[in-house]
């Protein structure tokens, strides 16, 4: 039996931010998140989160893990603290419970799994992770004998100068044998440069406690501050951009993209330069996206080209193309085979198959069917300045250029709209309707200033 326990109820003070640290984000998850999800290979089991600062906020943000158990930490006293905090949680488990940092969002679900297998493997009382850091500034350092068992940790900060100079950090990652750890830990005492329980502390008391070194210390950089976010973000993107060119992913100038890791790329994708894919976004095989789009929370189809868009929260079928320069503002459904052309922008909109779009539109509110021609100018005017108003188009329609469609309003199947029309009233099926002020021409007419002057003056 494995539970797992996530220690997230520091403020993370070097943040300098209103945001609890283990809230900012890191591509599509946040430093949190991240954890839980490097945690997916491991033995399905007991999750708790040690809370704290902001509770309310960081519980919110994790409502998509239902089966989360939230342990509270009013006060927030060291690390040390926050695990005596599992206690009563924990009280009668007699399996194994690995301590993950909420800010250390690198490790590879792998090195976990290998963890917990070298901790059965020896029966240690405790198994930690180390790493040597040409620069452990910061990092608590690991003393250990020949054998790797470690004796004590001490926080930089408590570090004599002789002692600095130990480059093996503790990365705050620990596998404890739960009966052992419970038992030592209401010894703990707040005897530090910081005043705080240190969980690190224990180490002293358990026996036998292996170290095991990482073998790709970037996997267990901890967040403490933005540059150190800034510098996990560009080691993620390195290893999401690696792992798309290896299945198939063309990217063209990849420093210029960023991909979140919760993005998936179909083979025979063609990333182009500038261009950035976030959140829950799907890209099917054969599409060209770029140069200088954005996509967020989207499925894009097979063989889709978007070329200087921006497409959020969107689906777009096969074969379509969309842009340069569109926007599909929030949940707009675009069948296949259709053109959305430039500076045309799409809200809550439904579209069919065939059905283009191609120059300065607003389709806000709107059902096209298939097949429909929506002319260069084509407004959907759908706010009454109180209430959104829907708009509905059948199949084979056109609007000529600069209609205005008022809404609620809907036009049947294969009508045609004249030019410059102002459409206020529902089309039947195949008509012809004209909205606008006929011409009214008035030969030789002329204005009283352009008339020949006859004033003799
Ligand atoms: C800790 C380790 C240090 C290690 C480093 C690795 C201790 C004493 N030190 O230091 O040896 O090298 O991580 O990144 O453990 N937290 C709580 N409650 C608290 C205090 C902290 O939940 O009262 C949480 C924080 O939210 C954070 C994690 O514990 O996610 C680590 O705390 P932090 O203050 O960042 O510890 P470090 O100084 O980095
Ligand atoms: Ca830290």
């Not at 097979?302 to 379509?320: G, L, P, Q």
């Not at 012809?432 to 007419?445: E, N």
Request: glycine fraction near 8%; proline fraction near 5%.
């Amino acid at each position: 039996m494995v539970a797992v326990a996530i220690l997230a109820a520091g403020k993370g003070t070097r943040m300098k931010s209103s945001l609890p640290k283990v809230l900012h984000a890191l591509g599509g998850r946040s430093l949190i998140e991240q954890v839980l999800y490097n945690c997916r290979l491991l033995p399905g089991s007991r999750r708790l989160a040690v809370v704290g600062y902001q509770s309310d906020r960081v519980k919110a943000a994790l409502s998509s893990f239902p089966d989360l158990e939230f342990v509270e930490q009013t006060e927030q006293l060291g690390t040390g603290h926050a695990v005596q905090q599992l206690l009563p949680h924990l009280d009668g488990f007699t399996g194994d419970l690995l301590i993950l940092n909420g800010d250390v969002p690198l490790l590879r679900p792998e090195t976990l799994q290998q963890l917990l297998e070298t901790h059965s493997a020896h029966q240690n009382a405790a198994t930690i992770l180390t790493a040597r850091l040409p620069d452990p500034q910061g990092y608590g350092r690991v003393f250990c004998d020949d054998r790797h068992l470690v004796q004590k940790i001490i926080e930089h900060r408590d570090c004599t100068p002789e002692q600095r100079e130990n480059c093996r950090i503790n990365a705050g990652v620990y596998c404890f044998r739960w009966p052992e750890l419970a038992k030592v830990l209401p010894q703990l005492q707040a005897n530090n440069d910081q005043q705080e329980y240190y969980l690190t502390d224990v180490f002293e008391q358990l026996e036998p406690v292996m170290a095991i070194d990482v073998e790709d210390s970037e996997e267990i950089l901890g967040i403490n501050d933005r540059v150190q976010l800034a510098s996990a973000y560009q080691i993620l993107q390195q290893r999401v951009k690696e792992a798309a060119m290896l299945s198939g992913v063309t990217l063209i100038d990849p420093a210029s993209i960023t991909i979140d890791d919760t993005v998936e790329l179909e083979a025979d994708v063609i990333i182009e330069p500038q261009t950035h894919l976030r959140g829950h976004t799907v890209i099917g095989s054969g599409s060209r996206i770029g140069p200088g789009s954005l996509i967020q929370n989207s499925r894009i189809g097979k063989n889709v080209t978007v070329m200087y868009s921006a497409v959020n929260n969107s689906t777009v079928a096969d074969e379509t193309s969309i842009g340069p320069y569109a926007h599909l503002r929030d949940r707009a459904t675009v069948g296949s085979a259709c053109r959305i052309g430039n500076f045309v922008e799409l809200k809550n909109t439904q579209m069919g198959d065939r059905t283009n779009v191609a120059h300065l539109s607003y389709l806000g509110d709107a059902t096209l069917g298939t097949k429909v021609n929506i002319g260069a100018g084509t407004i959907t005017a759908n706010y009454d300045g109180v209430n959104k108003h829907p708009t509905s188009i059948g199949d084979r329609s056109k609007t000529g250029a600069n209609s205005v469609l008022v809404a609620p309003i809907t036009i049947g199947a294969d009508v045609n709209i004249a030019a410059g029309s102002a459409i206020t009233e529902n089309v039947p099926d195949d008509c012809l309707a004209i909205g606008r002020a006929r011409q009214v021409l008035k030969p030789g007419w002329r204005l009283k200033s352009d008339e020949p002057n006859t004033s003799s003056s």
